[in-house]
């Protein structure tokens, strides 16, 4: 039985061969490809955003002469501060609720994980307007709250309703419901932390406070900060939900004034303006800390928007000089341009 084998060409000869094909190709044009159909599809867009915009400039409906008198009227700007305020109060009395109720969930202890998941379970499960109305209403039930022995003498005590006013109650309402939400955001960013950190942290002997504090919480964060950025932003426009209670946050005020003025869709649009222009605001905020996070996992930050621009425009130049517009067919096979 004979066994034929095929001798590979030299190395010398197939390197003539591509020189050949290159020289070959060298002549030939360039042609881009073509995308009839995304071209058409942005056509499309492109039309239906100008259509719209069209719409707004012209249709008198929009009323944008009252939007122009109440965007920055002082009731709007007080009204701003105040869905900053409950914003604020939210986001640090849930999430410092929230990691205590997420350290809870982690515990070694079957009755603390146990309290903290019924936590979460009954302020996820009931909506957040209904919670604000029954903390609003909590002098009903309780008429005086006192300090002392449980179950024994008191030692001080003091009436609801002179502490827990709207306000407090708007805050209370908002913080126990946003600590049940970043109280999941903790305990998911901890536990998609690889247990081997951990475990190698523990035969290093290193205390295991510091195991949190500079092994496993960094790297959760970045984890916990896109989820729990999401979540301020909810608040944000969640505390809208605070009409009920007659706070006058954004959506109340411009709920007053166009019940006043009957000027319903302008007012709506100063709300709606404001409410985009602060979740931006919010939104860069992310990024850079999400950026700042970012560190342990890249030895190089990403670049910032304003740091791609720039580099764009130092770009241009180069794209827009002769030896960037030569073909790559003629640069590799050496020819001229």
């Known amino acids: 039985m004979t066994v034929t084998t095929e001798t590979p060409a030299p190395p010398a000869r197939r390197r003539t061969a591509a020189a050949v094909d290159l020289d070959a190709l ?19 867009a492109l039309v239906v955003l100008a259509q719209f915009t069209h719409g707004l400039a012209t249709n008198p409906g929009w009323d944008w002469a009252t939007f122009r008198v109440y965007f920055t009227a002082d009731t709007i700007l007080q009204a701003i501060g105040r869905t900053l305020e409950l914003t604020a109060y939210g986001t640090v009395l849930g999430f410092l609720l929230g990691a205590g109720v997420a350290a809870m969930r982690l515990s070694r202890s079957a009755i603390l994980r146990a309290i903290a998941w019924a936590y979460v379970w009954v302020f996820r499960s009931i909506p957040l307007i209904v919670q604000l109305v029954f903390w609003f209403n909590l002098s009903y039930l309780y008429k005086r709250f006192g300090f002392g022995i449980p179950f024994g003498p008191t030692f001080a005590d003091f009436e609801t309703v002179g502490v827990l006013g709207a306000l407090g109650a708007a805050v209370l309402g908002l913080g126990l419901h946003q600590a049940a939400f970043a109280a999941e955001i ?62 006058g946050e954004l959506f109340y005020q411009t709920q007053v004034i166009y019940g006043r003025t009957g000027r319903v869709v302008p007012l709506l649009m100063v709300a709606t303006v404001w409410y985009v222009v602060l979740t931006t605001v919010l939104s860069i905020g992310q990024y850079y800390v999400e950026r700042h996070f970012a560190r342990g996992a890249r030895r190089t930050p990403p670049p910032t928007p304003l740091q791609r621009v720039r580099a764009l425009v130092r770009s241009l130049p180069a794209r827009t000089s002769p030896v960037a517009r030569t073909s790559p067919v003629a640069r590799t096979s050496g020819g001229q341009p």
């Not at 960094?218 to 426009?237: T, Y």
């Open 26 to 44: 060298e002549g030939l044009p360039t042609v881009p490809a073509r995308h009839p159909w995304r071209w058409a599809a942005g056509a499309v």
């Open 186 to 247: 903790i305990r998911g960013g901890v536990i998609a932390v690889d247990a081997g950190q951990r475990e190698a942290a523990a035969a290093l002997g290193i205390p295991r406070r510091r195991q949190v504090w500079r092994i496993v919480l960094p790297q959760a964060m970045r984890g916990i900060l896109p989820a729990a950025a999401n979540e301020v932003i909810s608040l944000l426009k969640g505390t809208s939900v605070v009409y009920v209670m007659a706070i």
